[in-house]
């Protein structure tokens, strides 16, 4: 019974419905389940959304914890999200860097 709880739960909080979720889904794709269902994060401001790789009509996202990727290595706490194709409920999270 608690196992089936925890995947409802689970999938509820990890359904990219939302950009926050998007994120979410990306931090537990990392293999960071903990720092997923913990992280909060924050839109970065229109203006400073120029300093990060990745193309300007994705909405930018600052995460409020700081992690190493299992898979790429590298420390990451910002992220780009769109929707995951035209006319589509759903969004993707993908990492950006920043470019100087």
Not at 7 to 19: A, D, E, H, K
Not at 37 to 58: E, F, L, R, T, V
Not at 60 to 87: D, Q, W
Request: without cysteine; positive net charge; proline residues 5%.
């Amino acid at each position: 019974m608690i196992v089936l709880f925890l995947g409802i739960w689970l999938t509820i909080l990890l359904v990219p419905t939302t950009p926050e979720k998007a994120i979410r889904l990306r931090i537990f794709e990392d293999l960071h389940p903990i720092i997923a269902i913990n992280s909060k994060p924050k839109k970065i401001n229109q203006s400073d959304k120029y300093a990060y790789s990745g193309k300007k009509s994705w909405i930018y996202y600052e995460n409020s914890v700081t992690y190493i990727s299992s898979l790429e290595g590298a420390k990451i706490s910002t992220f780009g999200v769109s929707k995951a194709h035209k006319g589509s409920f759903f969004y993707k999270a993908r990492v950006v860097e920043p470019i100087a």
